[in-house]
């Protein structure tokens, strides 16, 4: 398991836990203090990582706040690419 | 002629309790039409409120809470994990629909205003206390309140904690603070950052003293009238369903 945390400068807290397998996400777990309405939307934007490649991070993350409607507040999109990052990088 | 909220004041229960109480009107508010509420409360045994989105091994000291006897809950609301010392504390509720002419839309806006109506009632205390985004209130710097929003079945429900005279030793021992943390605010000692009514005036402020207060800052802010009142039976009968959520393992464990 690879975990790392992230604090949103003048914002909240991140952390990403997940391990890799065949280049893909496997368990991924984001918490933190942050807000995002409606709150089960978090399952989903895990879901929406899991099992698929690494590099497709960015795009996958983008597009799952652009197809939900889903409001964050104290972390922005790019925060939940950036902690997880960080997390492949531990 | 003012406009009448309902106050429901001071209810003294366990944490699932309290958490469902918010939970129902929240749920009720436009089901049942019942009207606008603020709550002010404590937690008796105290306990620890952690955030929907929190880790509860990272944010939570389980042994010291068992040690100590200190419930844990994991709120609907996101945000930070908050202790709720029965002998130190008070928290508020208020529930609104999103639809509310005095509401706003933005979501930083609507905890500027109902922080304010704190930040008010603490004013009455003598307290120059100031909303600080993303969502805490402080006083001479150090956090005297913070405050978690949620928005759903139309309506928004905010709640949030006023230290009085809590127990700051026995806060951070039985809440983790991550490092992350603690060094973007360039501060060794955690203590440092928080204060509470005690502290910050130098004397006792009793619970009801601090009640008052409050009751006012939601008066003037909201230019309402809080006339006191209890749970409808619909919204008691929610309550006992919504407890056993805040009991359970599978919903407080479940990151």
């Known amino acids: 398991m690879k975990r790392a945390e992230y604090k949103v400068p003048g914002g909240k807290l991140l952390a990403a836990e997940l391990g890799v397998e ?30 698929t490649p690494v590099e497709d991070l960015e795009n996958n993350v983008n597009r799952f706040f652009q197809d939900n409607d889903v409001t964050l507040f104290g972390v922005e999109a790019g925060d939940f690419v950036k902690v997880v990052r960080l997390a492949l990088e531990s | ?25 929240a749920m009720a508010r436009l089901k049942e039409g019942t009207p606008n509420t603020v709550r002010l409360y404590r937690w008796n045994p105290s306990a620890v409120s952690i955030g929907y989105f929190q880790s509860i091994e990272k944010e939570v000291n389980l042994p010291a809470c068992e040690k100590y006897g200190v419930d844990v809950t994991r709120r609907i609301t996101g945000g930070g994990a908050v202790y709720h010392d029965y002998d130190g504390e ?7 629909p999103e639809a509310d002419p005095k509401m706003p839309a933005d979501i930083l806006e609507s905890y500027k205003l109902i922080c304010g109506a704190i930040v008010n ?12 985004p993303v969502n805490d209130i402080v006083a001479g710097g150090k956090k005297i ?44 000692a955690v203590e440092e950052r928080v204060t509470n009514l005690r502290h910050y005036l130098g004397r006792q402020v009793d619970f009801d003293e601090a009640r008052s207060a409050l009751i006012k ?14 749970l409808t039976g619909a919204e008691t009968r929610l309550v006992k369903q919504l407890r056993e959520k ?10």
């Not at chain 2, 805040?246 to 990151?255: A, D, N, P, T």
């Open chain 1, 22 to 51: 065949g280049g893909r996400f496997a368990g991924v777990k984001i918490t933190g203090d942050f807000f995002m309405h409606p709150e089960a939307a978090i399952i989903e934007l895990e879901k929406a990582l899991n099992n």
């Open chain 2, 1 to 25: 002629m003012k406009e009448t909220w309902r106050l429901i004041d001071m209810r003294i229960e366990d944490a699932p309790t309290q958490m469902a109480i918010d939970e129902a009107i």
């Open chain 2, 90 to 96: 008070i928290t508020y509720s208020l529930v609104a």
């Open chain 2, 121 to 132: 009632g603490l004013a009455e205390l003598g307290v120059d206390a100031e909303f600080k």
């Open chain 2, 145 to 188: 309140s913070g405050n978690a929003q949620t928005r759903r079945h139309g309506v928004i429900l905010q709640h949030g904690t006023i230290l009085v005279d809590s127990d700051i030793r026995r806060m951070f021992q039985v809440l983790r603070v991550s490092d992350a943390k603690i060094s973007d605010k360039l501060i060794q």
């Open chain 2, 217 to 230: 800052g939601f008066e003037d802010t909201f230019d309402v009238a809080l006339e006191p009142g209890e």
């Open chain 2, 246 to 255: 805040y009991r359970s393992r599978e919903w407080v464990f479940q990151r």
